[in-house]
Nanobody
């Protein structure tokens, strides 16, 4: 079965850093771009970052550009998100997901269960 497991969330300080990890199984990981999204209560899931199949092509939301780095290790079926200079608005549940191959914008084939990030003020 398809499984994506996020880890690395927790409590962080404004101005600090977090590194999130996601390990995937059950699907051809290296055939997919991978993405991170986040959700806060009362709002829709929002795109955070995306990385290409080979790890060389990245895309970031305006909210994290300059502070976040997405990367992947296809030998481990893992994708990572490093966020520096954390803001209170970075609080949320972070999900890793596999964008649909050749699919429309915003469509994802596979999701993890999410990891909570809380940035304190």
């Amino acid at each position: 079965q398809v499984e994506l497991k996020e880890s690395g969330g927790g409590l962080a300080q404004i101005g600090g850093s977090l590194r999130l990890s996601c390990v995937a199984s059950g699907f051809p990981f290296s055939s997919y771009d991978m993405a991170w999204l986040r959700k806060v209560p009362g709002m829709e899931r929002q795109f955070v970052a995306r990385v290409g199949k080979n790890g060389d092509n990245t895309l970031y939301a305006d909210s994290v550009r300059g502070r976040a780095t997405i990367s992947r290790d296809n030998t481990q079926n893992m994708v990572f998100l490093q966020v520096d200079n954390l803001l209170e608005d970075d609080t949320g549940v972070y999900y890793c997901a596999a964008p649909a191959i050749r699919g429309p914008k915003g469509k994802y084939d596979h999701w993890g269960q999410g990891t909570q990030v809380t940035v304190s003020s």
